[in-house]
């Protein structure tokens, strides 16, 4: 079945520590997308990517890197520099990036030690 | 500014018929869509409106004013499974991008 994985589902960060989050999908997307879910808040961007060895800042990429170096694989690094890490993540895909439905990942819970 | 409002909380009966609403200001429209949230889990597709009017898929119906900048999602029928959060977001400007709500979270009650 095609889909996105995510991995871990939980996940503990020391201070001072970057951590990566996995996100694949096989869907044959071109296009993907990080978003951090907070209690009480709206799905925020963090980094999407339209293709291959291309991505974008979102609307809160402070503290966070990413890459895209195949089309199924889109990880993204939570550094030391995000001073306020603890949130729910999810990754999502969509067919070519343009005004299409999202298909998400079952999402990482990131906690701060 | 973007802008998109739900109400954060709503409580229905099972079996009953519930509708949440949703108004949006975006710097250009492509596009709302509607998805079901449930605690802790992926958010799921449920509708799509572009033009002005009513979209039914079974159970769900979505509806668009664009002039008004308001959608509301209907459900019918409620069942238990159908507590969830139900986040409304709308596709604006050059990049396409999704702005989100905060999202409904809504309680069936037996």
């Known amino acids: 079945d095609g889909g996105i994985t995510q991995s871990p589902k939980y996940l503990f960060r020391k201070e001072g520590q970057n951590v990566t989050l996995s996100c694949e999908q096989n869907?044959?997307?071109?296009?993907m997308y990080w978003y951090r879910q907070d209690p009480g808040q709206g799905l925020r961007l963090i980094y999407y990517s339209q293709i291959v060895n291309d991505f974008q800042k979102g609307d809160i990429a402070e503290g966070y890197s990413v890459s895209r170096e195949k089309k199924e694989s889109f990880p993204l690094t939570v550094t030391s520099a995000q001073k306020n890490p603890t949130a729910f993540y999810l990754c999502?895909?969509?067919?070519?990036?343009?005004?299409?439905?999202?298909?998400f990942g079952s999402g990482t819970q990131l906690s701060v030690l | 500014g973007q802008n998109i409002d739900q109400p954060t909380e709503m409580t229905a009966t099972e079996g009953a018929i519930v509708q949440i609403n949703c108004t949006y200001q975006t710097s250009g429209f492509n596009g709302l869509f509607w998805y079901q949230q449930h605690a802790g889990e992926a958010p799921t597709f449920l509708s799509y409106?572009?033009?002005?009017g009513l979209e039914e898929k079974g159970r769900f119906s979505s509806f668009l004013s664009r002039s008004k900048g308001y959608s509301y999602l209907l459900l019918k029928e409620l069942q238990m499974k159908d507590s969830a959060s139900y986040l409304c977001a709308v596709s604006g400007g050059a990049t396409n991008k999704l702005i989100f709500g905060t999202g409904t979270l809504l309680a069936v009650q037996p």
């Open positions: 409106n572009v033009l002005d």
């Open positions: 869907l044959n997307h071109d296009a």
């Open positions: 999502a895909s969509s067919r070519t990036g343009r005004n299409e439905k999202l298909f």
